[in-house]
């Protein structure tokens, strides 16, 4: 077991957390979900805002609870020289840090990577900014909406006829925590485990616009030789037909059948076996320029059925197809039920919980779920005492101080 109570695959990975808001602290809660030892450090007056984000359930954020599971919770002020020692000191121990400030913060603090490699050689850390540590807008703050927009992401999200549409998630933030955590593990595997191990850390530099950007596979390529500029299609595919969102008599379902052995498939559901030799329908590539009256043939069909038995009548035809579900059905669903999707854990500030389960499932070391978001500086004692060898005296005297 580690220090945060769970087992898994990255146990005995120390981790110092100084990011605040999602994109660090969901980097550092996937960590921490499959056993790395994470201590996020907040200010002592001014706490991450994430705790101020609602809804609130008895004061306290669900936000917070979500993405500062399984951490231990520390304040310092790392602007004092008190508070830059004590973190350096927690440095020297660690095989990663992680911060999202605005590029140049940390070296102002006295904290840059020069600073942090004179400690501890090994040290690997990740710097989250809006735009990267060089080029020119590095300097500027950086939001995820920004980062959707800048990306081209925004651009192709929606329908021919409406304006570009944002997420309804922080899609920026958590495509950049995804990127994050996969280029701690590349950097730790090369320091520790590659055949030519270095023993030596590095620099991860982690834009929130540059991950949305690499999801965008081949248009690059396209604009190069072809001078192709995607536009939005709402629910249809560029490169796959039928694809999308077909109405039912009580809701939605979606489908997806661009391989030609499922698209007769979904032909022979709707009792439309003649239209698989239709010409407009007869290859993908056809069906992408017929995507509309393909998809209303579809629909007209899908329209009288429930949704039951519009999935039920496509599955027992080997269609791909499944439901719409909003959370309330997920909650509800048989495959998340299966697959101990959400779990429930005992908080003592909300009570019981449910909470997203770990994914991926690891059949020897799996994740798992300890316990919800600490309350502000939860854990000082624990690391400041047990980790540090500080003596109640001392920690007395820092709180004084306002350095914790």
């Known amino acids: 077991m580690t220090a945060n109570g769970s087992g898994g695959p990255l146990a005995g990975l120390n981790v110092v957390d100084f990011s605040g808001m999602i994109s660090g602290g969901f980097a550092t809660m996937l960590l921490a979900d499959f056993g790395a030892d994470v201590v996020k450090v907040e200010h002592p007056e001014h706490t991450d805002p994430l705790r101020d984000w609602p809804p609130m359930e008895n004061g306290t954020s669900l936000w917070w609870k979500s993405i500062g599971r399984n951490k231990q919770c520390?304040?310092?002020?790392?602007?004092?020289?008190?508070?830059?020692?004590?973190?350096?000191?927690?440095?020297?121990?660690?095989?990663?840090?992680?911060?999202?400030?605005?590029?140049?913060?940390?070296?102002?603090?006295?904290?840059?990577?020069?600073?942090?490699?004179?400690?501890?050689?090994?040290?690997?850390?990740?710097?989250?900014?809006?735009?990267?540590?060089?080029?020119?807008?590095s300097h500027k703050p950086g939001f995820g909406t920004v980062a959707e927009a800048m990306s081209g992401w925004a651009h192709?999200?929606?329908?021919?006829?409406?304006?570009?549409?944002?997420?309804?998630?922080?899609?920026?933030?958590?495509?950049?925590?995804?990127?994050?955590?996969?280029?701690?593990?590349?950097?730790?595997?090369?320091?520790?485990?590659?055949?030519?191990?270095?023993?030596?850390?590095?620099?991860?530099?982690?834009?929130?616009?540059?991950?949305?950007?690499?999801?965008?596979?081949?248009?690059?390529?396209?604009?190069?030789?072809?001078?192709?500029?995607?536009?939005?299609?709402?629910?249809?595919?560029?490169n796959a037909a039928p694809r999308g969102v077909y109405e039912t008599a009580d809701g939605y379902i979606a489908l997806s059948a661009s391989a030609q052995a499922i698209f007769e498939r979904v032909m022979h559901a709707i009792d439309r076996p003649e239209l698989i030799g239709d010409e407009r329908f007869e290859t993908n590539e056809k069906r992408v320029e017929n995507a509309d009256e393909m998809d209303a043939v579809i629909e007209a069909w899908t329209r009288q059925r429930s949704t039951e038995d519009a999935i039920d009548i496509m599955e027992e035809n080997d269609a791909i197809v499944g439901p719409i579900n909003d959370i309330a059905e997920v909650f509800e669903d048989e495959q998340f039920r299966a697959r101990n999707d959400i779990v429930e854990i005992e908080d003592e500030d909300v009570g019981p919980l449910k909470t997203p389960n770990t994914v991926p499932k690891f059949s020897r070391t799996p994740g798992a779920v300890s316990h919800a978001g600490p309350r502000h500086g939860e854990h000082n004692e624990a690391v400041f005492r047990d980790r540090l060898d500080l003596s109640e005296e001392d920690l007395e005297t820092l709180r004084e101080q306002g350095v914790i």
């Not at 590029?103 to 600073?115: A, R």
């Not at 590659?194 to 596979?217: C, K, M, T, W």
């Open 74 to 137: 520390i304040t310092l002020d790392l602007k004092s020289d008190d508070g830059r020692d004590l973190a350096l000191e927690l440095v020297e121990e660690a095989d990663v840090v992680f911060e999202n400030f605005r590029p140049g913060k940390m070296e102002e603090w006295d904290l840059g990577y020069e600073t942090l490699k004179g400690v501890n050689e090994g040290i690997i850390f990740v710097r989250i900014s809006g735009y990267g540590q060089t080029g020119p807008m």
């Open 156 to 238: 192709v999200n929606g329908f021919p006829d409406q304006e570009p549409l944002l997420p309804p998630i922080s899609l920026a933030d958590l495509v950049a925590a995804l990127f994050a955590v996969q280029s701690t593990m590349f950097a730790v595997f090369e320091r520790d485990v590659g055949a030519n191990a270095s023993g030596e850390g590095q620099v991860i530099d982690v834009s929130l616009y540059e991950p949305l950007f690499r999801l965008f596979v081949s248009d690059v390529e396209q604009y190069d030789k072809k001078g192709n500029v995607p536009g939005r299609t709402g629910n249809q595919h560029p």
